[in-house]
């Protein structure tokens, strides 16, 4: 099998013989959860339950009106304790729902089930809307960073000819995707499935790098195995090459389909929707079990982290309550930095009693050697922030125009492109801290669109 990449990128150490070789575990007997309200992109939710209420594992608490909404579900059966602002991965406060853990009383010495999970649906016999409707009320969001609406990206208005599953994790150190490919690879090619018979694609594409080789031949297996494809569902596994950000949505659909998508585009402007792995397992379990996504794997380690871990834990689980049940464990003396995420688009946090939330993929608890920070220095026009851009835009002039505040000049350059991959930092000698600009930038770029448009109306 041949491996295909893209143009560009880097290869940042990977940091993942930490962690892959380590069976996932479930976390079990939470005693309390703390549960943001919004934890995807779209508009923001309000909560359904008060302070007082008793609800069960997989009960709605928090929803609203809109396109561009999924409602939250409890991960834990209990008392609603408190409804209060705390901080969020995003360093954010915002409100959550604090729910402790509590069994309900016996009625005539019989004890009420504690789910409350939707009945089960054959997604291959449900009509569309009734599929995208369930995966909505099942609260599913792309779980590999972004958050976006599944039912949205389920729901293209241009054809779809391929569904790419994006087991690609090319961040360093995380192995939560690689995990659930060897441990999982029925749900993981039951969901491709799932996802082909929505959107009406005729092929399927499961993408896997080239360091997790050793997942390829469980999922052929599964492949060959499936109800799916013996049925004729066209569904294969195609190897890429080791690079980074090779798992980016526009870096992934290039070095499959040799398409690019447009400035300013989706992938389905190409006729592509792509998956993570996790996701497509959460939509197995909503549509099988009848199960929200109230829990997820991620990845738990660092040069710091002196008992790696890839773990299942209820969302709303502060990483604090993880360790304090053994599955991990941390030296604090030699703790520097905790990252949500990966190391190149991840965002580092002050403790680590924040919660996991649906898109919480990895939590790294780095050294010294690890979080070194280095000053800026003098750009040296070298061209390696160039040579590396996976969407090929000129970062060293990009920094120029933002520097400078010349938006105009940043948005014709290709500001709003920029996927923030952190790879031009990355590789620049000068340790330039090119991708905080650019964030900073587009920040800036877009309440300056936003004011020109309300004083044109």
Known sequence: MTAKTFRGGAHPPEQKDRSSGLAVERLRDVKQVVI???QHFGAPLQPLVKVGDYVK?????????????????????????????????????????????????????VVESTDDFMPPLDPFVCSKEEALARIRAAGIVGMGGAGFPTHVKLAPSKPISYVIANGAECEPYLTIDERTMIERPEDVVEGVAITMKIVNAPEGIIAVEENKMHAIPLLEKAIASSPRTRAGMKIRV?????????GGEKMLITAITGKE?????????????????????????????????????????????????????PIGTPVADII???????DD?????????GPMMGVAVPNYAIPVQKNTSGVLFMNEEEAVHYEEETCIRCGRCMRACPIRISPALLAVSVETGDYKEAEKIGLLDCIECGSCSFVCPAHRHL???????????????????QNAR
């Open 324 to 330: 304090a049940a053994g599955l991990t464990a941390v």
């Open 238 to 246: 195609q190897l890429l090459k080791t690079k980074y950000p090779q």
């Open 57 to 109: 594992r997989g009960q709605k608490i928090a929803d609203a009106d809109g396109r561009m909404t999924v409602p939250v579900h409890a991960s834990l059966a209990g008392i609603v304790k408190k409804i209060e602002p705390r901080t969020q991965s995003n360093n954010l406060d915002g409100p959550c729902i604090i729910i402790e853990a509590k069994q309900p009383e016996p009625v005539d010495g």
């Open 261 to 313: 998508v447009p400035s300013g585009g989706l992938p389905m402007d190409v006729g592509c929707v792509v998956q993570n792995i996790g996701t497509l397992c959460a939509m197995v379990e909503a549509f099988r079990d009848g199960k929200p996504l109230i829990e997820r794997g991620l990845t738990i380690t660092g040069g710091a982290c002196t008992k790696p871990a890839n773990v299942i834990a």
């Open 36 to 38: 943001p309200v919004n």
């Open 435 to 453: 991708v905080q600009k650019f964030r900073v930038g587009k920040q800036i770029l877009r309440t300056i669109k936003q004011k020109e448009a």
């Open 333 to 341: 003396e030699a703790l520097r930095r905790i990252i949500y995420g």
